[in-house]
């Protein structure tokens, strides 16, 4: 689990702030929940024989004896308070989520024990359409990061649910037949969770499947046009993909369309986004059956891609600090500063704290980032003046009246 110190904190926030005005632009509004949930929720949600539940969960109980988790993703809790709040059920809501998540996985470059994730949900909507839309933000976020030549689509169809089962069937029976050629885990997973076989990052596995029945043929007609309208409507929109028949999700839940966004830039953790389509959670839940679509995007592998590319988001710097001179000169000075920052709330502003000559002062305004020191001594306090220093700039030191100071920041910081 990481600190998020300082000066990457610049970084974070121009992708959170980003990601707001997206979802605003699109309608979505923000859910939150909380940060634990009962075990029962991610075991009947994601799936008994996932890696998530088998081996990734922070579970615990709590006083009462009751067995909770921490998140390891969002849509079962999404979903959980769709449910409980009467959100879903012959509505359509359109949401979307940031924050922590956690799993107890070896930690490496881009896969951490905390993480975070920006996912999206949309209920209610059973189409091709919202599978386009959600694809089309997250598509849109690349744009506006200057990214999008970095970052790659794979789309998939699971199909229904029975589909998903005869092809079950098939990939077993072909697995078996070259069961000689598997490693452990996909021994292990032929039995247990078959279809995560294909997502084996053994080269060998890789190779064996290349001849290995394709999800796609064992489609069932209604999922094929559902997939077949989604591809015409990213070609007709200009998105660039890859269908990739042996994509499949970690989690149990998805049906008909999944989808990734891959990249080569970050080695081996190279999945930023991921979702797809989970017609049959809500339901499963408890709720009554709800078509729904969505993607989780994960933070530390966006923030670290941007860190790459050499990507901006420096920290805010202040942009004035105000040095104090003198004890007779304090109080004038913080009601000086304090009214700035009445009339002027977007200013930054520091105050120097701890004494000291000028010289220390003036080391510690340069220090700050700020592109002006604004000087209070005994003399200013008196004539109810300030001296400004230009820091950044060779540029003779001025001596303003209050009256004069508030537009004169105003019109050098851009600030309304
Ligand atoms: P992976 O195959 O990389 O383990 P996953 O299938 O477990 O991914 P999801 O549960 O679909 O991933 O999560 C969506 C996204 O969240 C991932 O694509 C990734 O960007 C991010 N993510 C998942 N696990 C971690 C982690 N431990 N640390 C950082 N980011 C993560
Ligand atoms: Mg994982």
């Given at each position: 689990m990481n600190d998020c110190l300082p000066e990457q904190s610049g970084a974070w926030q121009w992708v959170e702030q980003s990601i707001r005005e997206l979802v605003a632009g699109y309608g979505y509004q923000e859910i939150r929940t909380p940060i634990v949930e009962s075990t029962d929720l991610f075991k009947r949600s994601?799936?008994?024989?996932t890696d998530i539940v088998e081996k990734e969960m922070y579970t615990f109980e709590d006083r009462n004896g009751d067995s909770l988790t921490l998140?390891?993703?969002?849509t079962a809790s999404c979903v959980r308070a769709g449910n409980e709040h009467g959100l879903l059920y012959n509505q359509q809501q359109r949401l979307w989520y940031m924050g922590p998540m956690f799993r107890h996985e070896r930690p490496q470059k881009g896969r951490y024990r905390q993480f975070h994730q920006f996912g999206i949900e949309a209920f209610g909507l059973g189409g091709p359409d919202i599978d386009l839309e959600v694809i089309l933000m997250s598509a849109r976020l690349w744009q506006r990061f200057g990214i999008a030549d970095q970052v790659t689509l794979e789309i998939n169809s699971l199909g229904s649910p029975d589909a998903r089962a005869s092809y079950k069937d098939a990939l077993v029976t072909f697995l078996q037949q070259h069961e000689a050629s598997l490693d452990e885990e996909s021994k292990r997973r032929m039995h247990t969770?078959?279809?995560r076989v294909l997502d084996s990052k053994n080269p060998d596995i890789q190779a064996l499947l290349v001849d290995a029945p394709d999800l796609l043929d064992y489609l069932d007609a209604e999922s094929a046009e559902h997939f077949q309208q989604l591809r015409e409507r990213l070609d007709q929109l200009g998105i660039q993909y890859r269908v990739n028949s042996r994509l499949v999700r970690?989690?149990?839940?998805?049906?008909r369309t999944v989808f990734e966004w891959v990249t080569?830039?970050?080695?081996?953790?190279?999945?930023v986004c991921a979702g797809g389509r989970y017609d049959g959670l809500v339901e499963q839940l408890g709720g009554k059956s709800t078509p729904a679509v969505g993607f989780a995007m994960g933070l530390e592998r966006l923030v670290l891609l941007l860190e790459a590319l050499g990507k901006g988001g420096a920290p805010r710097e202040v942009e004035a600090y105000l040095c104090i001179m003198g004890e007779a000169a304090e109080i004038y000075a913080l009601k000086l500063a304090e009214a700035l920052r009445d009339q002027m709330p977007a200013l930054r502003l520091q105050t120097h704290c701890g004494g000291g000559n000028f010289k220390k002062q003036l080391k510690r305004a340069d220090k700050s980032g700020a592109t002006l020191a604004l000087i209070v001594g005994e003399e200013e306090a008196q004539q109810q003046q300030v001296s400004i220093k230009?820091?950044?700039?060779d540029r003779p030191q001025e001596y303003v009246g209050t009256a004069e100071l508030l537009p004169m920041l105003k019109q050098i910081f851009n600030h309304k």
């Open positions: 994601i799936g008994e024989v998140r390891p993703e969002g969770n078959p279809l970690g989690l149990d839940y998805y049906n080569d830039a970050l080695g081996a953790q190279g999945t230009y820091l950044r700039e």
